[in-house]
Nanobody, 123 residues
Framework: QVQLGESGGGLVQAGGSLRLSCTASGRTFNNYAMGWFRQAPGKEREFVAA????????DYADSVEGRFTISRDNAKNTMSLQLNSLKPEDTAVYYC????????????????WGQGTQVTVSS
């Protein structure tokens, strides 16, 4: 089992920045690919970004490419998502996720999920 916990959400004005963090516990962190997903009110949960265990591979949704950056620190069992140039349409609950297979994270079927952290962007 892997337990995931997100932090860093909040309220920010359009154009601003936030940094989300995900802390993992329970199993060897660097065995897992990690990712971020988000769910806006009335919409389905969608992929945001993924990172392989070594950080060699990363992927982003087109809607956040160039504005968001995913990273991880295996020594600290943490993963982060830097959100820059935020837009009102980025408003959502952001979820941290993990799986031993990168493809499962990238294509939206990770085994482990966090509880989510709210990001609200005002116009």
């Amino acid at each position: 089992q892997v337990q995931l916990g997100e932090s860093g959400g909040g309220l920010v004005q359009a154009g601003g920045s936030l940094r989300l963090s995900c802390t993992a516990s329970g199993r060897t962190f660097n065995n897992y690919a990690m990712g971020w997903f988000r769910q806006a009110p009335g919409k389905e949960r969608e992929f945001v970004a993924a990172i392989s265990w070594s950080s060699y591979s990363t992927d982003y949704a087109d809607s956040v490419e160039g504005r968001f950056t995913i990273s991880r620190d295996n020594a600290k069992n943490t993963m982060s998502l830097q959100l820059n140039s935020l837009k009102p349409e980025d408003t959502a609950v952001y979820y941290c996720a993990a799986d031993t297979k990168y493809s499962m994270v990238r294509y939206g079927l990770p085994r482990y999920w966090g509880q989510g952290t709210q990001v609200t962007v005002s116009s």
